[in-house]
Protein backbone atom coordinates (compact mmCIF):
# COMPACT_ATOMS: atom_id res chain seq x y z
CA UNK A 1 0.00 0.00 0.00
CA UNK A 2 2.67 2.45 1.30
CA UNK A 3 4.53 1.18 -2.53
CA UNK A 4 1.67 2.63 -4.30
CA UNK A 5 1.10 5.71 -2.27
CA UNK A 6 5.17 6.47 -3.09
CA UNK A 7 4.32 4.99 -7.16
CA UNK A 8 1.25 7.92 -7.42
CA UNK A 9 3.39 11.11 -5.86
CA UNK A 10 6.15 10.29 -7.92
CA UNK A 11 3.70 10.17 -10.97
CA UNK A 12 2.23 13.54 -9.72
CA UNK A 13 5.10 15.42 -11.50
CA UNK A 14 4.11 14.41 -14.91
CA UNK A 15 0.55 15.22 -14.69
CA UNK A 16 0.39 17.81 -17.43
CA UNK A 17 -3.31 17.79 -18.18
CA UNK A 18 -6.63 16.44 -16.56
CA UNK A 19 -9.55 14.87 -17.74
CA UNK A 20 -13.25 16.40 -17.38
CA UNK A 21 -15.27 13.55 -16.19
CA UNK A 22 -18.53 15.74 -16.26
CA UNK A 23 -19.53 15.73 -19.82
CA UNK A 24 -21.53 12.88 -21.32
CA UNK A 25 -22.41 11.60 -24.92
CA UNK A 26 -24.14 13.91 -26.59
CA UNK A 27 -23.27 13.20 -30.55
CA UNK A 28 -26.76 13.27 -31.82
CA UNK A 29 -26.94 17.25 -30.13
CA UNK A 30 -23.37 18.23 -29.98
CA UNK A 31 -23.99 21.20 -32.64
CA UNK A 32 -27.41 21.66 -31.08
CA UNK A 33 -25.89 22.76 -27.33
CA UNK A 34 -23.18 24.29 -29.43
CA UNK A 35 -25.38 26.78 -30.97
CA UNK A 36 -27.05 27.37 -27.87
CA UNK A 37 -24.16 28.51 -25.50
CA UNK A 38 -22.87 29.98 -28.57
CA UNK A 39 -26.02 32.35 -29.23
CA UNK A 40 -25.92 32.99 -25.27
CA UNK A 41 -21.99 34.15 -25.39
CA UNK A 42 -23.61 36.13 -27.98
CA UNK A 43 -26.15 37.47 -26.66
CA UNK A 44 -23.70 38.03 -23.29
CA UNK A 45 -21.46 40.21 -25.38
CA UNK A 46 -23.97 42.16 -26.90
CA UNK A 47 -25.54 43.18 -24.42
CA UNK A 48 -22.46 44.19 -22.03
CA UNK A 49 -20.34 45.71 -24.85
CA UNK A 50 -23.87 47.93 -25.44
CA UNK A 51 -23.98 49.41 -22.27
CA UNK A 52 -20.18 50.29 -21.37
CA UNK A 53 -20.20 52.09 -24.86
CA UNK A 54 -23.52 53.44 -23.72
CA UNK A 55 -22.02 55.08 -20.39
CA UNK A 56 -18.74 56.06 -22.01
CA UNK A 57 -20.36 57.90 -24.59
CA UNK A 58 -22.40 59.26 -23.23
CA UNK A 59 -20.91 62.13 -20.92
CA UNK A 60 -24.04 62.38 -18.51
CA UNK A 61 -23.72 59.04 -17.33
CA UNK A 62 -20.02 60.01 -15.95
CA UNK A 63 -21.39 59.67 -12.42
CA UNK A 64 -20.10 57.13 -9.51
CA UNK A 65 -23.18 54.96 -9.90
CA UNK A 66 -22.55 54.58 -13.58
CA UNK A 67 -18.42 53.90 -13.35
CA UNK A 68 -19.51 51.21 -11.06
CA UNK A 69 -22.10 49.79 -13.26
CA UNK A 70 -19.61 50.15 -16.53
CA UNK A 71 -16.91 48.31 -14.45
CA UNK A 72 -19.40 45.86 -13.48
CA UNK A 73 -20.28 45.37 -17.18
CA UNK A 74 -16.23 44.74 -17.79
CA UNK A 75 -16.08 42.10 -15.00
CA UNK A 76 -19.32 39.98 -16.73
CA UNK A 77 -17.13 40.11 -20.25
CA UNK A 78 -14.12 39.15 -18.31
CA UNK A 79 -16.11 35.68 -16.73
CA UNK A 80 -17.82 34.87 -19.23
CA UNK A 81 -14.83 34.86 -21.94
CA UNK A 82 -12.83 32.86 -18.75
CA UNK A 83 -15.70 30.08 -19.56
CA UNK A 84 -17.16 30.28 -23.11
CA UNK A 85 -14.54 29.75 -25.26
CA UNK A 86 -13.26 26.96 -23.37
CA UNK A 87 -16.64 25.34 -22.87
CA UNK A 88 -17.69 25.83 -26.63
CA UNK A 89 -14.32 23.76 -27.34
CA UNK A 90 -15.18 20.84 -25.33
CA UNK A 91 -18.91 20.68 -26.80
CA UNK A 92 -17.10 19.79 -29.74
CA UNK A 93 -14.10 17.86 -28.61
CA UNK A 94 -14.48 14.24 -28.66
CA UNK A 95 -12.16 13.56 -25.92
CA UNK A 96 -12.83 16.19 -23.05
CA UNK A 97 -9.22 17.14 -21.48
CA UNK A 98 -7.31 20.45 -20.76
CA UNK A 99 -3.81 20.84 -20.30
CA UNK A 100 -2.58 21.78 -16.38
CA UNK A 101 -1.77 25.83 -17.31
CA UNK A 102 -4.76 26.19 -18.89
CA UNK A 103 -6.49 24.51 -15.84
CA UNK A 104 -4.56 27.12 -13.73
CA UNK A 105 -5.55 30.16 -16.14
CA UNK A 106 -9.23 29.18 -15.78
CA UNK A 107 -9.08 29.27 -12.03
CA UNK A 108 -7.66 32.21 -11.77
CA UNK A 109 -10.52 33.81 -14.07
CA UNK A 110 -13.53 32.23 -13.20
CA UNK A 111 -12.08 33.19 -8.95
CA UNK A 112 -11.33 36.37 -9.63
CA UNK A 113 -14.52 37.04 -11.52
CA UNK A 114 -16.83 36.03 -8.61
CA UNK A 115 -14.54 37.80 -6.14
CA UNK A 116 -14.20 41.10 -8.04
CA UNK A 117 -18.45 40.81 -8.67
CA UNK A 118 -18.77 41.01 -4.94
CA UNK A 119 -16.17 43.32 -4.56
CA UNK A 120 -17.99 45.98 -6.85
CA UNK A 121 -21.09 45.27 -5.24
CA UNK A 122 -20.15 46.06 -2.17
CA UNK A 123 -18.75 49.39 -3.64
CA UNK A 124 -22.27 50.05 -5.26
CA UNK A 125 -23.97 49.50 -2.01
CA UNK A 126 -21.87 51.98 -0.16
CA UNK A 127 -22.63 54.71 -2.97
CA UNK A 128 -26.25 53.72 -2.44
CA UNK A 129 -25.72 54.39 1.10
CA UNK A 130 -24.16 57.62 0.55
CA UNK A 131 -26.55 58.85 -2.02
CA UNK A 132 -29.23 57.84 0.00
CA UNK A 133 -28.58 58.40 3.73
CA UNK A 134 -25.41 61.50 3.11
CA UNK A 135 -27.33 62.92 -0.03
CA UNK A 136 -25.26 66.35 1.08
CA UNK A 137 -21.39 65.15 1.44
CA UNK A 138 -22.80 62.70 -1.57
CA UNK A 139 -20.43 64.58 -3.72
CA UNK A 140 -17.13 65.80 -1.47
CA UNK A 141 -17.17 62.24 -0.48
CA UNK A 142 -17.34 59.81 -3.84
CA UNK A 143 -15.13 62.45 -6.12
CA UNK A 144 -13.76 60.94 -9.67
CA UNK A 145 -10.65 59.66 -7.38
CA UNK A 146 -12.47 57.94 -5.24
CA UNK A 147 -14.30 55.70 -7.70
CA UNK A 148 -11.06 55.78 -9.61
CA UNK A 149 -9.78 54.40 -6.53
CA UNK A 150 -12.36 51.54 -5.15
CA UNK A 151 -12.81 50.30 -8.78
CA UNK A 152 -8.57 49.90 -9.03
CA UNK A 153 -8.17 48.01 -5.68
CA UNK A 154 -11.55 45.80 -6.19
CA UNK A 155 -9.71 44.45 -9.07
CA UNK A 156 -6.27 44.55 -7.51
CA UNK A 157 -7.24 42.56 -4.52
CA UNK A 158 -9.27 39.86 -6.61
CA UNK A 159 -6.13 39.25 -8.68
CA UNK A 160 -3.78 39.31 -5.94
CA UNK A 161 -6.00 37.01 -3.87
CA UNK A 162 -7.12 34.15 -6.39
CA UNK A 163 -2.99 34.49 -7.44
CA UNK A 164 -1.91 33.48 -3.95
CA UNK A 165 -4.75 30.39 -4.49
CA UNK A 166 -2.88 29.68 -7.73
CA UNK A 167 -0.31 29.80 -6.25
CA UNK A 168 -0.68 27.18 -3.43
CA UNK A 169 -2.37 24.51 -5.49
CA UNK A 170 0.37 24.37 -8.47
CA UNK A 171 2.87 22.71 -6.63
CA UNK A 172 0.51 20.27 -5.17
CA UNK A 173 1.48 16.65 -5.43
CA UNK A 174 -1.53 14.73 -7.55
CA UNK A 175 -2.41 11.14 -7.36
CA UNK A 176 -5.06 11.91 -10.15
CA UNK A 177 -5.53 13.60 -13.17
CA UNK A 178 -10.20 12.95 -13.44
CA UNK A 179 -11.95 16.25 -12.30
CA UNK A 180 -15.62 15.85 -12.17
CA UNK A 181 -16.89 18.74 -13.69
CA UNK A 182 -17.15 20.73 -16.80
CA UNK A 183 -14.47 23.22 -16.34
CA UNK A 184 -11.45 23.47 -13.92
CA UNK A 185 -12.31 23.99 -10.50
CA UNK A 186 -9.67 25.01 -7.29
CA UNK A 187 -11.22 22.32 -4.94
CA UNK A 188 -11.33 19.62 -7.67
CA UNK A 189 -7.89 20.16 -7.61
CA UNK A 190 -7.14 19.84 -4.26
CA UNK A 191 -9.57 16.88 -3.45
CA UNK A 192 -7.27 14.79 -6.00
CA UNK A 193 -3.71 15.66 -3.62
CA UNK A 194 -1.74 13.22 -2.26
CA UNK A 195 0.69 15.83 -0.06
CA UNK A 196 -0.94 17.73 2.63
CA UNK A 197 -3.80 19.99 2.09
CA UNK A 198 -4.24 21.80 5.03
CA UNK A 199 -2.74 25.17 4.20
CA UNK A 200 -5.28 24.82 1.12
CA UNK A 201 -8.01 24.58 2.92
CA UNK A 202 -7.28 26.77 5.43
CA UNK A 203 -6.81 29.47 3.20
CA UNK A 204 -10.02 28.67 1.22
CA UNK A 205 -11.79 29.32 3.82
CA UNK A 206 -10.10 32.36 4.75
CA UNK A 207 -10.73 33.79 1.44
CA UNK A 208 -14.31 32.87 0.77
CA UNK A 209 -15.17 34.72 4.11
CA UNK A 210 -13.16 37.72 2.70
CA UNK A 211 -14.45 37.61 -1.13
CA UNK A 212 -18.05 36.51 0.03
CA UNK A 213 -19.48 36.71 3.58
CA UNK A 214 -17.57 40.50 4.18
CA UNK A 215 -19.01 41.81 1.11
CA UNK A 216 -22.07 40.23 1.77
CA UNK A 217 -22.24 41.63 5.72
CA UNK A 218 -21.39 45.11 4.59
CA UNK A 219 -23.97 45.23 1.56
CA UNK A 220 -26.12 44.09 4.43
CA UNK A 221 -25.13 46.64 6.63
CA UNK A 222 -25.64 49.51 3.76
CA UNK A 223 -29.02 48.13 3.37
CA UNK A 224 -30.31 48.62 7.22
CA UNK A 225 -28.95 52.34 7.08
CA UNK A 226 -31.04 52.73 3.86
CA UNK A 227 -34.53 51.50 5.16
CA UNK A 228 -33.87 53.35 7.91
CA UNK A 229 -33.41 56.50 6.28
CA UNK A 230 -36.15 55.37 4.17
CA UNK A 231 -38.71 54.75 6.95
CA UNK A 232 -38.44 58.52 8.53
CA UNK A 233 -37.61 60.04 5.31
CA UNK A 234 -39.94 61.51 2.33
CA UNK A 235 -41.93 59.88 -0.73
CA UNK A 236 -39.35 61.43 -3.02
CA UNK A 237 -36.61 59.35 -0.78
CA UNK A 238 -37.86 56.35 -0.96
CA UNK A 239 -38.77 56.04 -5.12
CA UNK A 240 -35.22 57.08 -5.30
CA UNK A 241 -34.21 54.14 -3.05
CA UNK A 242 -36.57 51.53 -5.53
CA UNK A 243 -35.32 52.62 -8.25
CA UNK A 244 -31.69 52.55 -7.39
CA UNK A 245 -31.44 49.27 -5.06
CA UNK A 246 -33.68 47.29 -6.53
CA UNK A 247 -31.58 46.15 -9.61
CA UNK A 248 -28.21 46.14 -7.29
CA UNK A 249 -30.63 43.73 -4.89
CA UNK A 250 -31.84 41.66 -7.28
CA UNK A 251 -27.96 40.93 -9.22
CA UNK A 252 -26.21 40.47 -5.26
CA UNK A 253 -28.88 37.93 -4.19
CA UNK A 254 -29.46 35.88 -7.75
CA UNK A 255 -25.05 35.59 -7.89
CA UNK A 256 -25.14 34.89 -4.19
CA UNK A 257 -27.43 32.14 -4.37
CA UNK A 258 -25.19 30.90 -8.16
CA UNK A 259 -22.04 30.87 -5.80
CA UNK A 260 -23.91 29.05 -2.84
CA UNK A 261 -25.24 26.42 -5.24
CA UNK A 262 -21.76 25.97 -6.24
CA UNK A 263 -19.61 25.79 -3.15
CA UNK A 264 -22.40 23.20 -1.26
CA UNK A 265 -21.79 21.00 -4.37
CA UNK A 266 -18.45 21.15 -4.44
CA UNK A 267 -17.74 20.82 -0.87
CA UNK A 268 -20.36 17.70 -0.30
CA UNK A 269 -21.33 14.94 -1.81
CA UNK A 270 -24.04 14.76 -3.73
CA UNK A 271 -24.32 11.60 -5.76
CA UNK A 272 -28.32 11.42 -5.42
CA UNK A 273 -28.53 14.76 -7.76
CA UNK A 274 -28.69 14.31 -11.09
CA UNK A 275 -25.42 14.82 -13.37
CA UNK A 276 -27.20 17.29 -15.42
CA UNK A 277 -28.51 18.91 -12.31
CA UNK A 278 -24.88 18.84 -11.36
CA UNK A 279 -23.70 21.05 -14.88
CA UNK A 280 -26.86 23.39 -14.53
CA UNK A 281 -26.15 24.24 -10.96
CA UNK A 282 -22.37 25.01 -11.46
CA UNK A 283 -22.55 26.80 -14.80
CA UNK A 284 -25.53 28.80 -13.20
CA UNK A 285 -23.48 31.99 -11.67
CA UNK A 286 -21.18 31.67 -14.62
CA UNK A 287 -23.44 31.69 -17.26
CA UNK A 288 -26.45 33.73 -15.83
CA UNK A 289 -25.01 36.21 -14.60
CA UNK A 290 -23.43 37.83 -17.04
CA UNK A 291 -26.72 38.04 -18.79
CA UNK A 292 -28.67 39.13 -16.32
CA UNK A 293 -26.61 42.66 -14.63
CA UNK A 294 -27.16 44.03 -18.31
CA UNK A 295 -30.40 43.42 -18.65
CA UNK A 296 -31.73 44.22 -15.04
CA UNK A 297 -29.83 47.38 -15.04
CA UNK A 298 -30.73 48.20 -18.62
CA UNK A 299 -34.05 47.93 -18.14
CA UNK A 300 -34.48 49.36 -14.69
CA UNK A 301 -31.84 52.48 -15.44
CA UNK A 302 -34.34 55.46 -17.27
CA UNK A 303 -30.76 57.19 -17.91
CA UNK A 304 -29.74 54.24 -19.78
CA UNK A 305 -33.15 53.52 -21.16
CA UNK A 306 -33.57 56.85 -22.51
CA UNK A 307 -35.31 56.95 -26.42
CA UNK A 308 -34.07 59.48 -29.09
CA UNK A 309 -35.14 62.74 -29.43
CA UNK A 310 -36.35 63.21 -33.25
CA UNK A 311 -36.43 66.57 -35.23
CA UNK A 312 -39.05 65.15 -38.10
CA UNK A 313 -41.96 62.19 -38.37
CA UNK A 314 -41.27 61.69 -42.48
CA UNK A 315 -39.61 58.46 -43.49
CA UNK A 316 -38.66 58.57 -47.15
CA UNK A 317 -39.37 54.47 -47.35
CA UNK A 318 -42.69 52.56 -47.75
CA UNK A 319 -42.01 50.68 -44.35
CA UNK A 320 -40.45 51.90 -41.23
CA UNK A 321 -36.38 51.01 -41.17
CA UNK A 322 -34.07 51.55 -38.46
CA UNK A 323 -32.01 53.59 -40.36
CA UNK A 324 -34.59 55.76 -41.85
CA UNK A 325 -35.30 56.77 -37.95
CA UNK A 326 -32.02 57.39 -36.61
CA UNK A 327 -31.57 59.94 -39.48
CA UNK A 328 -34.17 61.96 -37.79
CA UNK A 329 -32.66 62.43 -34.30
CA UNK A 330 -31.52 65.83 -33.09
CA UNK A 331 -29.57 63.69 -30.35
CA UNK A 332 -26.20 62.38 -30.52
CA UNK A 333 -26.34 58.75 -32.68
CA UNK A 334 -23.00 57.83 -32.20
CA UNK A 335 -24.38 54.86 -29.89
CA UNK A 336 -26.94 53.63 -32.38
CA UNK A 337 -24.26 53.65 -35.65
CA UNK A 338 -22.31 51.80 -33.10
CA UNK A 339 -24.34 49.58 -32.28
CA UNK A 340 -25.59 49.24 -35.74
CA UNK A 341 -21.80 48.13 -37.14
CA UNK A 342 -21.95 45.55 -34.23
CA UNK A 343 -24.97 43.90 -34.57
CA UNK A 344 -24.77 44.00 -38.75
CA UNK A 345 -20.82 41.77 -38.02
CA UNK A 346 -22.84 39.56 -35.84
CA UNK A 347 -25.81 39.29 -37.70
CA UNK A 348 -24.27 39.42 -41.53
CA UNK A 349 -20.85 38.41 -41.53
CA UNK A 350 -19.92 35.76 -38.62
CA UNK A 351 -23.09 33.53 -40.45
CA UNK A 352 -21.57 34.17 -43.72
CA UNK A 353 -18.06 33.70 -42.74
CA UNK A 354 -19.13 30.07 -41.02
CA UNK A 355 -21.37 29.22 -44.19
CA UNK A 356 -18.16 30.34 -46.31
CA UNK A 357 -15.68 27.69 -44.09
CA UNK A 358 -18.58 25.51 -44.62
CA UNK A 359 -18.30 25.19 -48.15
CA UNK A 360 -14.56 25.18 -48.01
CA UNK A 361 -14.73 21.69 -46.35
CA UNK A 362 -17.34 20.71 -48.93
CA UNK A 363 -15.52 21.80 -51.78
CA UNK A 364 -12.45 20.11 -50.46
CA UNK A 365 -14.44 16.28 -49.80
CA UNK A 366 -16.00 16.60 -53.01
CA UNK A 367 -12.56 16.84 -54.94
CA UNK A 368 -11.37 14.00 -53.37
CA UNK A 369 -14.48 12.48 -53.35
CA UNK A 370 -16.20 10.13 -55.98
CA UNK A 371 -18.73 11.24 -58.07
CA UNK A 372 -21.89 9.97 -56.08
CA UNK A 373 -20.40 12.52 -53.07
CA UNK A 374 -20.16 15.38 -55.65
CA UNK A 375 -23.46 14.82 -57.36
CA UNK A 376 -24.92 14.54 -53.82
CA UNK A 377 -23.26 17.85 -52.77
CA UNK A 378 -24.30 19.40 -56.21
CA UNK A 379 -28.14 18.63 -55.52
CA UNK A 380 -28.39 19.45 -51.59
CA UNK A 381 -26.05 23.03 -51.85
CA UNK A 382 -27.09 24.31 -54.72
CA UNK A 383 -30.61 25.65 -53.55
CA UNK A 384 -28.89 26.70 -50.30
CA UNK A 385 -26.22 28.75 -52.53
CA UNK A 386 -28.90 30.20 -54.79
CA UNK A 387 -31.12 31.21 -51.88
CA UNK A 388 -28.44 33.04 -50.23
CA UNK A 389 -26.57 34.49 -52.65
CA UNK A 390 -30.14 35.79 -53.73
CA UNK A 391 -30.84 37.04 -49.97
CA UNK A 392 -27.35 38.70 -49.43
CA UNK A 393 -27.43 40.78 -52.87
CA UNK A 394 -30.85 42.57 -52.06
CA UNK A 395 -29.75 42.96 -48.41
CA UNK A 396 -26.47 44.57 -49.95
CA UNK A 397 -28.80 47.00 -52.38
CA UNK A 398 -30.79 47.37 -49.11
CA UNK A 399 -28.03 48.69 -46.88
CA UNK A 400 -26.58 50.28 -49.56
CA UNK A 401 -29.46 52.73 -50.53
CA UNK A 402 -30.47 53.46 -47.18
CA UNK A 403 -27.22 54.72 -45.89
CA UNK A 404 -26.00 56.62 -49.09
CA UNK A 405 -27.87 59.03 -51.11
CA UNK A 406 -29.18 57.67 -54.52
CA UNK A 407 -31.50 60.20 -55.58
CA UNK A 408 -30.56 59.87 -59.19
CA UNK A 409 -32.31 56.77 -59.25
CA UNK A 410 -35.97 56.55 -59.77
CA UNK A 411 -38.57 56.42 -56.98
CA UNK A 412 -39.67 53.62 -58.09
CA UNK A 413 -36.53 51.38 -59.02
CA UNK A 414 -35.79 52.50 -54.85
CA UNK A 415 -39.23 51.29 -53.74
CA UNK A 416 -38.46 47.88 -55.65
CA UNK A 417 -35.08 47.81 -54.23
CA UNK A 418 -36.15 48.47 -50.62
CA UNK A 419 -38.84 45.49 -51.04
CA UNK A 420 -37.31 42.90 -53.27
CA UNK A 421 -35.36 40.98 -50.09
CA UNK A 422 -39.03 40.75 -48.19
CA UNK A 423 -41.01 39.97 -50.78
CA UNK A 424 -39.16 37.63 -53.35
CA UNK A 425 -36.90 35.76 -50.34
CA UNK A 426 -40.33 34.57 -48.79
CA UNK A 427 -41.49 32.94 -52.30
CA UNK A 428 -37.99 32.53 -53.56
CA UNK A 429 -37.46 29.47 -51.07
CA UNK A 430 -40.22 27.23 -51.35
CA UNK A 431 -40.53 27.45 -54.86
CA UNK A 432 -36.76 26.73 -55.01
CA UNK A 433 -36.57 24.25 -52.65
CA UNK A 434 -39.86 22.18 -53.32
CA UNK A 435 -38.35 22.34 -57.16
CA UNK A 436 -34.68 21.16 -56.25
CA UNK A 437 -35.34 18.91 -53.60
CA UNK A 438 -36.40 15.42 -55.40
CA UNK A 439 -38.07 13.66 -51.99
CA UNK A 440 -40.12 17.07 -51.23
CA UNK A 441 -41.04 17.11 -55.26
CA UNK A 442 -42.35 13.46 -55.10
CA UNK A 443 -44.37 14.19 -52.48
CA UNK A 444 -46.08 17.42 -53.37
CA UNK A 445 -46.69 15.32 -57.22
CA UNK A 446 -48.49 12.37 -54.94
CA UNK A 447 -50.27 14.92 -52.49
CA UNK A 448 -51.58 16.72 -55.76
CA UNK A 449 -52.47 13.34 -57.89
CA UNK A 450 -54.40 11.96 -54.82
CA UNK A 451 -56.61 15.29 -54.40
CA UNK A 452 -56.93 15.83 -58.57
CA UNK A 453 -58.05 11.96 -58.32
CA UNK A 454 -60.75 12.45 -55.48
CA UNK A 455 -61.84 15.48 -57.40
CA UNK A 456 -62.44 14.14 -60.89
CA UNK A 457 -64.26 10.71 -58.95
Known amino acids: MMGNKIHLIINSSKVSYFTLA ?3 DTSTLKYFCFTVVMSLYLLILCA ?14 HEPMYMFLCSLFVN ?24 APLCFLQIFCVFSYVCVEFCILAVMSYDRYLAIC ?6 TRMTPATVVL ?25 CG ?22 ANNIYGLFITALTVFVPVILILCSYVRILKVCFSG ?7 AVSTCTPHLASLLNFSFGVCFEVIQSRFSLSSVHSMVHIVLSLYFLTCQPLFNPVLYGLNMSNIRKRLFLCGNIINKVYCDNYAIVKLACSDTTLNNIYGLISTAFTVFVPVTLIFFTYMRILKVCFSGSKQTRQKAVSTCTPHLASLLNFSC ?13 NNLPNVLRILISLYWLMCQPLFNPVLYGLKMSKIRDICKCLLYSKVNTILS
Not at 134 to 139: D, E, G, K
Request: proline share 3%.
Open 76 to 99: ELYGSTGLFPFLLLQILSDVHTVS
Open 234 to 240: SKQTRQK
Open 177 to 198: NVINKVYCLNYSIVKLACSETT
Open 394 to 406: SGCFEILQSRFNM
Open 48 to 61: NVLLIVVICVNRSL
Open 134 to 139: CPLQYH
Open 22 to 24: AYF
Open 150 to 174: LIALSWLYSFLTILALILLIAPLEL
